[in-house]
């Protein structure tokens, strides 16, 4: 069984920062990346890719985020951040954390970012 938790969620200010924190348990099989996903509160559009981070280190991150956005991750503790900067109105969504695998990926249940004034 595998199992993924995320913390760091909440209301943020535009211009203001959060951090994000993923951690994962159990049994993983030939995981190569891990990243940070997002969809906007009654969007039926399938999540859209945030940031990723492979297993050797190499950040991706989409265009909407670069430069303000942070991925990293700790793999003696199984966990994988995202640091949050500059956030902007656009930025609302149910962030989730992903750990992709050869044949499966691994979701977890999902934490809110709203930025608003």
């Known amino acids: 069984q595998v199992r993924l938790v995320e913390s760091g969620g909440g209301l943020a200010q535009p211009g203001g920062s959060l951090s994000l924190s993923c951690e994962a348990s159990g049994s993983f099989f030939s995981v190569y990346a891990m990243g940070w996903f997002r969809q906007g509160a009654g969007h039926q559009r399938e999540r859209e890719m945030v940031a990723t981070i492979t297993i050797d280190d190499r950040p991706k991150y989409a265009d909407s985020v670069l430069g303000r956005f942070t991925i990293s991750k700790d793999d003696d503790t199984n966990t994988v951040k995202l640091q949050m900067d500059n956030l902007k109105p656009e930025d609302t969504a149910m962030y989730y954390c992903?750990?992709?695998?050869?044949?499966?990926?691994?979701w977890g249940q999902g934490t809110q970012v709203t930025v608003s004034s």
């Open positions: 992903c750990f992709q695998a050869t044949g499966q990926n691994y």
